[in-house]
């Protein structure tokens, strides 16, 4: 499982429970961290931001950590991208889905693996499943 909490002086910060343990995820040199997706091997899929609400100079970028919450995080920009780019689901594969900013101006989801990234069309709604 992976949410957000907020600590005492209101800063948020994203964390994963395995096992019973909680693991603090502050991705560096991100003012925010949310996580959205978890596979079942732990590796955990996301956005940073640096201010809410999100809006186009919010900044956002995607990460995924596939090494779990204590792993090396991995960025994913997608090149061109109009106010930045959310990772949304990782499956067990490690194929990340999320979406970005066109700039023609529609929002366009797609998915990658291993730095190739493929579109499957404007559709406006969140990736379900992989």
């Known amino acids: 499982m ?9 800063r948020f910060h994203a ?3 395995h096992a019973g343990r909680y693991t603090t995820i502050d991705v560096p040199g ?3 961290t949310l996580p959205y ?8 899929a996301g ?11 919010s900044d956002a970028h995607g990460f995924a950590l596939r090494a779990g919450a204590s792993g090396p995080v991995t960025r994913v920009d997608v090149p061109g ?12 594969h490690g194929t990340i889905a999320g979406i970005y900013g066109n700039p023609n101006p ?7 693996d291993d730095g190739q990234y493929s579109r499957s069309g404007t559709n406006r709604t969140r990736p379900t499943s992989l």
């Open 30 to 32: 991100a003012p925010i």
């Open 106 to 112: 529609t929002t366009v989801q797609g998915a990658a």
């Open 37 to 44: 997706g978890v596979n079942s091997r732990g590796q955990i």
């Open 47 to 57: 956005v940073t931001l640096a201010n809410l609400p999100l809006t186009l100079d």
């Open 15 to 17: 964390y994963s429970l």
């Open 81 to 92: 991208a109009v106010g930045g780019t959310a990772v949304l689901d990782i499956n067990n």
């Open 2 to 10: 992976v949410g957000v909490y907020a600590d005492q002086a209101g």
